[in-house]
C-alpha cells in the first residue's frame, strides 16, 4: 500500500494562498486532495489523474485551484488561491493504484496523516 505524506498547511490570511503537498511512496494512478472542517463531512476538494496530468475540482475550489504534479517523485500540489473562511479544515491527501479517479473517500485506500490549514480574517 502506497504511503502518503503532507506537507504545507498552517495559517494564511484571508485572500491568501497556500500550497499543500503530498508525496506517494510509490507510484499512483490517481492523487486526490478532501478535506474536513470540524463537525462536517469529509469533502472532496479535487484529483488528478497522475498519467496525463488531468485534474478536475469541486465547485467549491474551481476557479481558485491548481494541482501540478511531479511524476518523478511521485508528488502532487494542490494551489489554492483568494482563501475564504470556508477553507479552514484538515486537508487530506488520498491515492489510489486502481484504474479510477473518484470524488468519494471510498474510492481510495491510501491516506496521508491530514495537514491543518487556518484561514484568518
Known amino acids: 500500500q502506497v504511503q502518503l505524506v503532507e506537507s504545507g498547511g498552517g495559517s494564511v490570511q484571508g485572500g491568501g494562498s497556500l500550497t499543500l503537498s503530498c508525496r506517494a511512496s510509490?507510484?499512483?494512478?490517481?492523487m486526490a486532495w478532501f478535506r474536513q472542517a470540524p463537525g462536517k463531512e469529509r469533502e472532496w476538494v479535487s484529483y488528478?489523474?497522475?498519467?496525463?496530468?488531468?485534474?478536475f475540482y469541486a465547485d467549491s475550489v474551481k476557479g481558485r485551484s491548481t494541482v501540478s504534479r511531479n511524476n518523478a517523485e511521485n508528488t502532487q500540489y494542490l494551489q489554492i488561491i483568494s482563501l475564504r473562511p470556508e477553507d479552514a479544515a484538515v486537508y487530506y491527501c488520498a491515492a489510489t493504484t486502481q484504474p479510477y479517479c473518484s470524488n468519494a473517500p471510498n474510492g481510495y485506500t491510501s491516506w496521508g496523516k491530514g495537514t491543518q490549514v487556518t484561514v484568518s480574517s
Open positions: 488528478t489523474y497522475m498519467a496525463s496530468g488531468n485534474s
Open positions: 510509490g507510484n499512483t494512478y490517481c
